[in-house]
């Protein structure tokens, strides 16, 4: 007699939840990456890529997995594309970082002095609002266990507030460097300034995906 | 051996057989989201059951068994020939035993209740054609199938809804959940109490009116209200900041809860399905003691005891294991979601049993589990489960129905 047993499917919460590690993973060594980058350290970019590249196929292995349990007959207590967008936009965030190390490898860059100041701020900024995202994704246990209401429901709605004012702050940074990167185009070549640009862009990226996991949970909320 | 003792053995086996079937199978289901939720132990949860459902089946199980022994048929068209009745009662019962067997064999989830109805029927229309059934009251049972899972469903989500919005919405959960926990344990105490004292105690000869058992169920409840009181105050207190510790103790506060709506359900499990056994039963007994089929007495208590009994004996002996089965495997539910899943459906299937309709408890139970998915209690739900629901009922009536006129024939053929 297994007629109760069968309502009760696996929650695809959980995995979402070792899913936001896998990334978390990633974004771990953004700064590390940066740092190996810029004192020139070719060998340990190269490193810490294959770690990256590592913790992002676990991800898209537990994404796939996510997807397969999730038929038609599955109903969750959130919308079930709200959560389909929240499974996307952690994993670009685990895809872009995973861009940063392709472009790093593309060429060996020495990055101008004028700019190292600025870039490592932005790499900071960019590692503290995706680390912000990653811990909502963390509190989704107790998000549903409150019902979607309370304190919780109140943290999460903070969190997403401050993840937009992030956002907005790299995107701010990001254009004060690009702007400062392209006042250089005498003293660099063509291809340092398209690859220097595409860095600062991927970084923006992974604050646009966090501000975008925000938005996603705050439906949540309200569904 | 003279025909009406071999009659006799013979309708009391196949109901030992049907009542152990029972207790091994339906009652883990009923259990199911006490044990899922971590509120009971299995072994706990058995000990609970063997009460509640002998309790159940004693005090309440009279109205329903009523329905199955003389409410479907017209009884005039067995007026000239009583003994078809017994035959047909017996192979009612034959017929459901089988059909339980064969779905437990390919893993069906069937219903013991279906069978028997379907049974029923089946050789009814088989002695005396179409007319020879009660197709209103008939109707309305069927009618009271589909109605118990939506209504424990609704039940289970206007419950959950209000829990969730007096306690895990608010800031402090835990203060609210503290505050809350003695009255519901009164509601609980209260209809639980009235169920066994209004219209349960005429097997003790202790017929209460309506006003004085609600009188006896307050006090009941009072006790109840107080007792929780006490508990509660031995819960310690978490800091308002820390929401997931909170979350944590609240929940603890409802598993006393659980295990009351535990006795509750097995109560009404208990009080609904021991008909399903010991209706054609007593059918049999009558007809074979009074020579007519016009039965009049009420339903003789022994009945009720030994239905009761075989039911906690099939639990003890081989509904163990299911219920350990069923209890290991479901995760993902809450004490707060169980009580609201096992309130709701215990409240329908009890109602149902004083109005003398037999219903299936597991599909009730269903109907509140979806109540409280729906009412976002769940982080998933599989609503497959609908489907395979209507499927058995499809397979269910149909096929006991056949089978039981089929004995019905046989039996009529070679005993006369």
Known sequence: ?223 | MDLNTFLLVFAITACVYMACNIGANDVANAMGTSVGSGSLTFKQAIVVAAVAEFAGAYFVGGHVSDTIRKGMLDPSIFADVPIHLVYGMIGALVASAVWLNIASYLGWPVSTTHSIVGAVVGFGVMAGGLDAVSWGRVGKVVMSWVISPVMGGLCAYILFRFISHQIFRRRNPLLYAKWLLPYMVFMVCVILANAMFYKGLKNLHLDLSFVEAMAYAFVVGVIGFYFSKILVKKVPDVPKREIHRQLESTENIFKYLQILTAFYIAFAHGSNDVANAVGPLAAVVSILKNGSVAMKVEMPSWILAMGGACIVFGLLVWGRRVMETIGSKITEITPSRGFCATFGAATIVLICSKMGLPVSTTHTLVGSVIGVGFARGLPTLNLGIIQEIVMSWLATVPFTAILSAIIFKILLITLG
């Not at chain 1, 995202?133 to 246990?141: G, K």
């Not at chain 1, 990001?174 to 185009?185: G, P, Y």
């Open chain 1, 1 to 223: 007699m297994r007629t109760i047993l069968s309502m009760f499917a696996k929650s695809p919460f959980k995995p979402l939840v070792s899913h936001i590690d896998q990334v978390n993973e990633c974004v771990s060594q953004i700064v590390p990456l940066f740092e190996a980058y810029k004192s020139g350290d070719y060998k340990k970019v190269e490193q810490i890529s294959q770690k990256i590249e590592k913790a992002e196929h676990k991800a898209d292995k537990i994404k796939d997995n996510i997807r397969q349990h999730l038929p038609q007959s599955i109903f969750l207590p959130v919308d079930k594309r709200d959560f389909m967008h929240l499974l996307s936009a952690q994993d670009d965030i685990a895809d872009a970082v995973e861009d940063l190390t392709v472009i790093m490898r593309l060429k060996n860059i020495e990055i101008p002095e004028e700019l190292l100041e600025s870039l490592m701020d932005l790499v900071q900024h960019v590692v503290d609002t995706a680390n912000a995202a990653c811990s909502m994704i963390r509190e989704l246990e107790d998000l549903l266990e409150s019902s979607f209401g309370g304190a919780e429901a109140e943290k999460i709605e903070k969190i997403a507030q401050e993840l937009g004012t992030s956002e907005w702050e790299a995107d701010k940074k990001q254009f004060l460097i690009a702007k400062k990167l392209f006042s250089m185009d005498d003293k660099l070549n063509a291809a340092e300034l398209f690859l220097l640009n595409e860095l600062i862009k991927k970084l923006g990226g992974v604050a646009d995906q966090s501000e975008k996991i925000g938005k996603t949970l705050r439906m949540f909320l309200s569904r």
